[in-house]
């Protein structure tokens, strides 16, 4: 039986993971609290207070990804499901991972519409839901450039499954990749988060859409609607900084290393966000994002500062 201290520990430990999609890693976070929740019982007492310190370890794990955000937020919400939190949360991961497969389906299917015959498509840094669009396009693909990722190398990770499916690819340099852009048919990416007027990536995501759009070449955001992060959330999303050391590990003293990872990128024309419900418009985005229930116990942890760790104020 997985604890609670050890799935608090566990869930800790997915910060770690520099080149996971955010996708992944909320699918692992679940099957963490999968696992918890096989021991518990149902009229325990202390267990709205065991959901709460594992909704906020999984809000700490990754503050850049919204699925994780979304994930401890309905965590939560369970938690504050009165007399009914096990059940409420045992329902919600029953259904977790296998809503978000069916989602990467969909996405995929709409966005192979939009591809011409033998289409080169540019692609940046790793994201399941782009990988798995690319797979299930591959009979329209020419060709995928990609470049390196550095500092975790996570493009090499999207060339070499790529290459294993017979999907052609060119792999560059980091530094090269805007200027491939002319030589794509379009551009597609991932977001980390979608916000009401912005996306989150990868840094090295806002030059790619402005090279994009210069050339008149069609952008697409591939992101089903776990990232999309409302308001009441919005003030617990980071954009945080990985350590230095991934970049320079033994910098002499005076040198600051600066590794950035995540960067907001405006919606601007140009640019298409297609989710499992097909193509939305930033207007439509904040719609949505207004209906999206959101926790009680959120507003009063940012007003009151960080709990104990056990789920108590």
């Known amino acids: 039986m997985a604890t609670l201290r050890q799935t608090v520990a566990e869930l800790g430990a997915l910060g770690a993971d520099r080149r996971s999609g955010a996708a992944e890693i909320a699918d692992r976070a679940a099957a963490l609290l999968e696992a918890f929740c096989r021991g518990q019982r149902a009229r325990d007492p202390q267990l709205p207070y065991a959901l709460s310190a594992l909704a906020e370890a999984t809000l700490a794990a990754h503050p850049a990804m919204a699925p994780l955000l979304n994930l401890a937020n309905r965590i939560q919400l369970a938690a504050e499901a009165d007399g009914r939190a096990l059940l409420a949360l045992r329902r919600l991961l029953a259904g977790y991972r296998r809503e978000r497969q069916q989602a990467a389906k969909a996405i995929a299917r709409r966005f192979a519409r939009h591809l011409p015959r033998r289409a080169t498509a540019l692609t940046y840094s790793y994201s399941s839901t782009v990988l798995a669009a690319l797979a299930a396009a591959r009979s329209r693909l020419a060709r995928v450039i990609v470049s390196e990722g550095r500092p975790g190398y996570e493009g090499r990770v999207v060339a070499e499954r790529l290459a294993r499916m017979r999907i052609g690819v060119t792999l560059v340099i980091d530094a090269a990749l805007s200027e491939q852009v002319e030589a794509a048919d379009l551009v597609v990416v991932g977001a980390d988060a979608v916000l009401a007027r912005a996306y989150v990536n990868k840094v090295g995501t806002r030059q790619l859409q402005e090279q ?102």
Do not use: C, M
Request: charged fraction near 25%.
């Open 212 to 313: 994009a759009r210069a050339r008149r070449k069609p952008f697409y955001i591939l992101a089903d609607t776990s990232k999309f992060l409302p308001a009441g959330l919005a003030g617990f999303h980071r954009l945080e900084a990985a350590p230095g050391g991934e970049l320079w590990r033994d910098a002499p003293a005076g040198v600051v290393v600066l590794n950035r990872s995540f960067e907001s990128i405006p919606f601007e024309r140009g640019v298409t966000l297609l989710t499992e419900r097909g193509a939305l418009t930033p207007a439509e985005v904040r719609a949505r994002l207004e209906r999206q229930p959101v926790a009680r116990r959120w507003p009063r942890l940012r007003q009151g500062g960080q709990t104990n760790g056990s789920g108590r104020r």
